[in-house]
């Protein structure tokens, strides 16, 4: 008999089978019932541990406590609070996390896309680190969430941000103890262009501030991000990749590998025009759509001034899609939000007449989800996972579908 789910938890030893998708190690009880175990600092398959188990109808979740066995490539964390920061989970997976990373994505596509048996994993090189953090100040202290907690773990650096970002921290706190900066409990975003080195401090409604070395000082205008001869500017409050010039790198990476190209390219949730830049010159016509305006005016000047005026639409992307969207030739990339498209949107996909369809998705599950959703008319043709968020178990995915002639 299993203790009924309302006994707080049971003591579990036994060995890592296996990593599942979203950063959990799978063990088994004596007599073959799964346990989803998380541990804040990476698991290895194999590796024997003690955990805290609650159980529940079939199986049983719970912690790691403590480790019986390591695995010898276990690295030590570059973090002083990675073991309660709710931030990143995979700081101990060392020159690994690549490795660990992809046997998650495996556990996901194998179990969500079984007909899809191959697929391109591209691991985050060492050095990437990213470009916007979020702290969250309560009116004294500045820091990250505790893992699954509102409490605040203070901070003064953040190992997984560029240099200019962490040595920013203190001085935001410093001017949130002078009253220099707004003092109610928020939570304030630290962000930085491409290359990084200028840093603003975005408060929750989007009032911003920049980093001079005398202090804060109310900024208005855009962040720029170079790659190579391209130039893409933001509002500093909007969307922009995490980790941007590797992300421009690894996108480019599979989309061209992909020879995507044609007459006209709908970028679908295309914020300031990042993919309308990277692959805009491979397509006669580019129309963009996206339903934050300030964003849709940076993407319209931004590909401009790269010679690749479009048509940039500010609009709900599923309440935008016509019938019969597009022509031979065409492709619609859509690059939704962590919720992947609403299933409106994929009926509506149905019968477009562009011939190539690609999909974007930073949350593995929704992607699978929504890869299913466009099935009776779009068939999977390549599958990719790039690691754009190192240090953390979460992946991008992306998808080219053909149509189901
Ligand atoms: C994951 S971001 C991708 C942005 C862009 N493709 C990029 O890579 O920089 C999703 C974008 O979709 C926009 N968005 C969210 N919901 C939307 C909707 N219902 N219709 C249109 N755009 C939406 C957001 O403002 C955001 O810019």
Redesign the pocket.
Known sequence: MYPSPAHPSVPWRGKIERLVWGGLGLGRSEDGKAILLAAPLALFPGETVEASVHWKARHGEGTVDRWITRDARRAKSGCAVAEICGGCDLWEAGTAMGDLKRLMVEDLFSRQLPEKEQWQWLPAPREVRRHRIQLHWDGRTLGFHRRKSHQIVPVTTCPAAVDSLSGAIPRLEEALKARLLPTKPQRWELATGTPPGEVYAIAEQGRTWFLEPDGWHAWEGPVSHRHGELRLQQSAG????VCPDW?FEAFGQVLEGWDLRGGTLF?????????SALLGHRFQHRCL????EP?VGWARKNLEAMQLPSECIT????E?VPEHLGHSGDTVLL????AGL?PELCERLQDSNADTLVL?G?DGASFCRDVKRLAPGWELASLAALDLFPLTHHVECVGRFTRCR
């Open positions: 909007g969307f922009y990749q992300a970028d679908l949730y295309g914020g300031v025009g990042f993919f759509v996206e339903f934050d964003a609009a709900d992307a599923a935008w690059d939704p939000p962590r609403p974007v930073c």
